[in-house]
């Protein structure tokens, strides 16, 4: 379609709505808003116009201007609460340094519409050019209120740097990017990005969710909102627009109640390994013997581990490494003297495992030798000696719970 | 320095040694190259002829070729163990596909000196031009065993995903940062940072350390590797490049003493906050007055807390919250019906509360509603019930051991 002609039939132009579900609420959110154009009988996407590189940002202005009254006053007129979402490029948003859309704005804050109820998506993408000045704007615009979200997160580029920054409300992270095949890699990223969410403050969106798998891995991976066909697709109509496909209280149910059984099943893991230590325990006959003690302890370790080793409570490791290689257990007596107090958690659980006498399993992360995914299991040998059982993957991978 | 001065010059280049040292065994792991040129009396740093775009990727190919010559020599001829850090550009390695620098280091692996021993830097920044085929040149030479490095990690831009391509072993980050102005975003990346390393199984080297402070924010940041002029500078002869300014193995004694007095002091608040809970316990009566609880416990609080409300064991939110605001506890009784499942931890931390009867202390993490730094204490009031209690920031900031 020419966009000389997009922009000649703005009447022609009608925004539509797809619900964005809370996590918290399992009711709807807010919506995200986009535009369609009638020709003929069909109604069709603007998509290709806004990211036409050759239509003029001052054309995708006033189409985006026309689209965000209508949505406004609908808003308004029917009473509908909740969040607007709306997309803006970078180049856009600069046009008479973005003064239009917030003088728009203001007015409809004056008709009784917060600012805070407005969330401006821009994509990571847009950050590459003009880096400075954009940040500069959002910036601005939150000292308004005005909720920012950065769309298409964990997909090319993931700048964390640049997400620090410009500490966005909102990460919109595409489910779409779980159907590929390096889905493996995509987990990491997930789980890198949700931990910054949280440690700065941001709510992740999952969109693109198609089906019950998307919807649990949003669940599962600490969204706080969902979006996609498989809730609601957008419609023309706010009234319409409360409508979600599924469930979610019902689904939520499910996923919790799974999770809990898994994580009670790697309970029992972790109990059975603390009883298979406790009744070798009578053995254990102090720092000198240490070697000897956990020789007894490999057989009882056989399916499970591959490196055991025993350090004391300021991370010096006062045993050999016993490590299994093609079904036999070696011994690197090298390896005695290392410290691994400055590994992330480790003075905290030995000192909780002094205090709790009980055992711990580390999370999910890959061995710096083998480079493969492993959980460490530790336990208190006494109120000095710490013993560290690695958990080898293949085990791991046989085990769902210990997956998680 | 004319570049063609450079190149005709060869016999007046060589190289120097940086030492690097580990965590784990508090001595030099290896060492990091550079090119010195001289100039009458004195030496000067390559730095200006490598970082000249203007000059010929194949000039800079041929100086790098002969200091490795003279660097691989010189460690198999001193029989000096540990890694070989060397950079080399993107447009660099792409000459003659990096046939050059493979074959040398073919040549030497038959001498004697394993391909497991070579650490190849090369900068994120590089990643921005031909990203593709550097990272399958990349992925190439891991297959023969050489261990990749990414320089300046967490600067510019830290591309996770790019860096989750890579895997690679290493990832270098500038401590010099943390001496800038905004070093609480750089304590984010960091963070977020070492989580992705651990996860994927790589190893972090902190670089530029010119203090303890310094040192210490590498050992507290997971740091495997130390690396600047307050450990060691450059130096020409190898047999002096063993020397470490520092008593590591004291400096880091001193870190984990003070550690744990932190986690120690910290623990202390937790159980003084258990103590709270549990006087009051009594008072507890069951779901249906818990409003009631929780307006009893605010009173004991009110130092430590802005807001408290109380989930079931399916995360679902029983009570109202209860908010402070401007010095006064205010109810919001909508939030009730909140569920809070989807959060991090949230299921595993009651089930471990079930279990243990005792209270869970969460990390730092910005609240959404506020976006302040909080932590949030748990505790088990029953089988089925666990009260939240969030710290407000300006107790933590009060109190370092909340600050870790």
Redesign the interface.
């Known amino acids: 379609m020419d966009p000389l002609d997009v922009v000649s039939d703005l009447h022609k132009i009608k925004p539509v709505y797809q619900p964005i579900v809370s996590?918290?609420?399992?009711s709807v959110a807010g919506y995200e808003t986009f535009g369609r154009i009638q020709n003929g009988e069909e109604w069709l996407s603007l998509g290709d116009f806004f990211h036409n590189r050759d239509v003029p940002e001052e054309f995708k202005v006033e189409v985006d201007q026309h689209l965000l009254h209508i949505v406004m006053t609908e808003m308004l007129e029917t009473n509908t609460e909740g969040y607007v979402f709306i997309n803006r490029n970078a180049k856009q948003l600069m046009v008479n340094n973005g003064e239009d859309l917030l003088e728009s704005l203001l007015m409809f804050e004056q008709k009784g519409f917060a600012m805070n109820r407005i969330v401006i998506e821009v994509t990571e993408h847009d950050f590459d050019e003009e880096f400075e000045e954009l940040i500069h704007l959002l910036l601005y615009y939150k000292t308004f209120g005005i909720q920012i979200a950065v769309d298409d997160v964990?997909?090319?580029?993931?700048?964390?740097?640049?997400i620090?920054?410009l500490?966005p409300?909102i990460l919109k992270v595409d489910t779409g990017i779980i159907r590929h095949n390096?889905s493996d890699?995509f987990h990491?990223?997930i789980?890198?990005?949700?931990?910054?969410a949280?440690?700065?403050?941001?709510?992740l969106l999952f969109e693109n969710i198609e089906d019950n798998f998307q919807l649990q891995f949003a669940?599962?991976h600490?969204?706080?909102f969902y979006q996609g066909f498989y809730l609601a697709r957008p419609v023309f109509e706010l009234k319409d627009a409360h409508h979600i496909s599924v469930n979610v209280?019902e689904k939520?149910?499910d996923y919790?109640l799974r999770?809990?059984a898994l994580?009670?099943d790697r309970?029992n893991h972790v109990l059975h390994w603390e009883q298979k230590v406790k009744s070798l325990l009578p053995q254990w006959g102090g720092v000198k013997k240490v070697d000897a003690f956990i020789d007894t302890l490999t057989a009882q370790f056989n399916t499970e581990s591959f490196r055991m080793f025993v350090c004391n409570?300021?991370?010096e490791q006062v045993s050999a490494n016993f490590r299994k290689r093609e079904g036999n257990w070696e011994t690197e007596p090298d390896k005695k003297?290392?410290?691994?107090?400055?590994?992330?958690y480790f003075?905290?659980n030995t000192?909780e495992m002094r205090?709790?006498s009980?055992g711990i399993l580390s999370e999910?992360?890959?061995?710096?030798e083998t480079?493969?995914m492993i959980r460490t299991f530790s336990f208190p040998l006494s109120e000095q000696y710490f013993l560290f059982v690695d958990i080898c993957y293949s085990f791991i991978y046989e085990n769902e719970s210990l997956l998680i």
């Not at 996590?23 to 399992?26: E, F, G, L, P, T």
């Not at 789980?191 to 910054?196: H, P």
């Not at 003297?337 to 992330?344: K, L, T």
Request: glycine fraction near 10%; avoid cysteine.
């Open positions: 996590a918290i609420r399992h964990g997909a090319k580029s993931s700048n964390i740097d640049r620090r920054q500490e409300h390096d890699g990491d990223i789980y890198s990005l949700s931990l910054l949280h440690r700065i403050g941001a709510a669940w599962k600490g969204g706080h209280s939520i149910t919790i999770e809990k994580v009670e309970r409570s300021y991370g003297g290392s410290n691994w107090a400055f590994r992330p003075l905290e000192m205090t709790s009980r999910n992360y890959s061995d710096i480079r493969e």
